[in-house]
């Protein structure tokens, strides 16, 4: 074991991590805990854009903006929260240009901007051009932006290092952040990282869903460690379903398409959205739509022998604007489906795309132990957190905003706070949690295997918490979950080695998985109304009196060891806007 | 019913007609074994997936000891280059179909770099040659301007192509300079060098000409193309590499 003493870790080098230390190593001696190369991080995937009213094409400015993600999040959006968003967004788009992102422009020479889902005029009037963009592949340009300026500024990368558990020392009755612990893949050598501030930047937990615009890296690592040590998860019960996923692959197509034109068709060619949102059509808010696919399938209006997706139309675009705007998503659909976007319609289906909930911070970044109280020196940013900007639903173009504002402010933070704090004495052992658990993992006789639990685990949350959900189909999760966390403790691995054991993480990361979707279903059950991307058929209503606030799930550990979710709530931020019925 | 449409997919995908394939994978654990061996794996598989997936049917079903990285699946992240069929490819964008499944599939690690286990190689070299070149934009006013510094459609046409690099090293380890003399920059940083040295915003082109007017630099490639077929994001390397050769000829970029 090695001890490493740093005043600031970052755990992910994704956007958020990435962003956050530009700042925080220009601060504080900063190191940067990540499981892939920062390059691999799954900003890269993001596609159609960073939203701020820069109003370079038209009238737009940031209250309107701030108006779309409450509206967009159904109301469950932190709206001091969400006012930070909207403001700080043309700084930080301007932030990127200037350390060099190459965005598409205006023939004026200004950065150029398009439509998106549920971003509007004057609230909610006709769709604005909000989205800055860099064809369609703005995530991909921001990740090398932000990593070639971690290169500049000397950023030391810790690369493909697992973070597998969160140290945390009471402190005069106060839990305080005293580092963390990590796996080198290369060596299997356990690493303790001290430290006065860590952010957790890694990520999200989609790959707990089979049909997924996910990585098979989203495996919810940091939200699992801090959970582990008592720390709550908030509105782990939202999570977005991305309408235009490739028909059973998953494979992200970027509501840019429609921004560009395209359009949904079910079987008859029957332009459907503008039945269920007659102003914004093809443009409303993500879980509209994906609820409109499935209603348009089960009714019978899904295309194929099956039934079973819609398409994507892009036919009446000229091929120079799909060649311009959408090059990549079109490459996906020849790639993989073996189709022509210029001649033919792509097919879809709505994919698990992104989490709402995650580690509760406050606007600076700070993570919550409850509903009020900071954990001194932990922080957390993008969307492993959960501050919460995007409430209920989150807006197209929000997440690559929520990173550059969040990680910039996080960076800062955590790197201000550890040139004024000490080093918070670490746990006696504090390697002791990871050793047992990967000793555990290497040398089980069990006969369970990891690919065949997490099969199962993907297939139960496809079928019973996806897009529509009931008491029942809760409850079948929740049963099989629990079922699955039980057969866990008997699973066992083939590789035993120390030398780049993917196969031993691949086990560590389905027990992340197992967790989450332990506190994503019950945190569903509990919430007996329908708002935003969770969507209850037994109670389709959004009901404001008993569940206008977040939930807040807790690990409660009995005395027999047996292991429960414990729920408590806390009240939503309220500031300019009042709840209203919200339509598209 | 939650939702009825998955099974159906299900259903689908369970008709569609598997066919038995042979990959042929180069194995090398050095925790067991200096030598490096070829192992074969029988596998049922849908002709429309990708190699990856069959190296997890692999992995998951077959032997976890198998080793690779991998992250996204679908040709953005960059993790899964390898040499497949003899040539490099990203193994989650190429499709079994299109490789003739007949066959033995042949999957080995990239060439050039330390291979570590499996079909895992040391990157290191790799991303230090493209730190060599500064990728990052640099420029010299002293005030910042307050709204985003302008540039024409045009001007940020000039450098498009080399934007789409995402690092996967597929070009530079299908380089036969490069397999020869490992000090070569390799394709992938000139193509990062070009990124800055053609936008139109930076004010560094000539120290970065400089560095690749080293013996070490441009003027090593041979122009076999190998990069440019390599490329998984189609972009012209080779031409982007001539790009580069003329600008240190004219000093005009």
Redesign the interface.
Known sequence: MKIHKYDTVIVGAGGAGMRAAIESTKRSRTAVLTKLYPTRSHTGAAQGGMAAALANVEEDNWEWHTFDTVKGGDYLVDQDAAEILAKEAIDSVLDLEKMGLPFNRTPDGTIDQRRFGGHSRNHGEAPVRRSCYAADRTGHMILQTLYQNCVKEGVEFFNEFYVLDQLITEVDGVKKSAGVVAYELATGEIHVFQAKSVIYASGGCGKFFKVTSNAHTLTGDGQAAVYRRGLPLEDMEFFQFHPTGIWRMGILLTEGARGEGGILRNKDGERFMEKYAPVMKDLASRDVVSRSIYTEIREGRGCGPEGDHVYLDLTHLPPEQLDAKLPDITEFARTYLGIEPYTDPIPIQPTAHYAMGGIPTNVRAEVLADNTTVVPGLYAAGEVACVSVHGANRLGTNSLLDINVFGKRAGIAAAEYASKADFVELPENPESFVVEQIERLRTSTGNERVAELRRELQDTMDANVMVFRTEQTIKTAVEKIAELRERYKNVAIQDKGKRFNTDLLEAVELGNLLDLAEVMAVSALARKESRGGHYREDYPNRDDVNFMRHTMAYREVGADGSETVRLDYKPVVQTRYQPMERKY | ?????????E???AASPYITVTFRVRRF????SDEATWEDFQLEIDPKERVLDGLHKI???L???L?????????????DAMRINGRNRLAC?T?IKDINPEKPITVEPIKGLTV???L?VD?EPF?QAY?DVM???ITKETN??T???????ED?AL??DT?????CAACTSSCPVFWNDGQYFGPAAIVNAHR?IF?S??EAGEQRLEILNDKDGVWRCRTTFNCTDACPR?IEVTKAIAEVKRALITRRF
């Open positions: 019913m939650a939702t009825p449409v998955l099974d159906k997919v259903a689908q995908s654990n050095p925790e067991v992995k998951w079903d032997d976890g000891t080793t690779f990285r991998r992250s996204c699946a679908h040709g953005i992240c960059g993790s964008k499709l570590l286990k499996d895992v990157m991303f730190r990728p990052f934009l910042e301007p709204r985003e510094r302008l540039q024409s459609p940020r450098f498009d934007t789409k690099c995402i690092l800055f936008d915003r930076d189609g």
